[in-house]
């Protein structure tokens, strides 16, 4: 599943079901799923992001104040 898809498919189909109030449909719990799913794999990539290009070491490199622009 693609970004793309869940703003444009899922994310209206997930909005259509429980303004329907079907909430306890399989279908729904099913989106729910793809949704948990979805969620985890985009933090988790985001966190190896972050530890391969330094982890912590980041946080004391770019701690401070907003460089200037001019």
């Given at each position: 599943?693609?970004?793309?898809?869940?703003?444009?498919?899922?994310?209206?189909?997930?909005?259509?079901?429980?303004?329907?109030?079907?909430?306890?449909?399989s279908?729904?719990?099913?989106?729910?799923?793809?949704?948990?799913?979805?969620?985890?794999?985009d933090?988790?990539?985001?966190?190896?992001l972050?530890?391969?290009?330094?982890?912590?070491?980041?946080?004391?490199?770019?701690?401070?104040?907003?460089?200037?622009?001019?």
């Amino acid at each position: 599943m693609q970004g793309k898809h869940i703003g444009h498919v899922i994310g209206e189909r997930y909005v259509d079901n429980v303004e329907a109030g079907i909430e306890a449909t399989s279908v729904h719990r099913e989106l729910t799923r793809l949704f948990e799913d979805y969620r985890t794999s985009d933090v988790a990539d985001l966190i190896a992001l972050y530890q391969a290009l330094g982890g912590s070491a980041l946080d004391d490199r770019y701690h401070g104040p907003p460089a200037r622009i001019i």
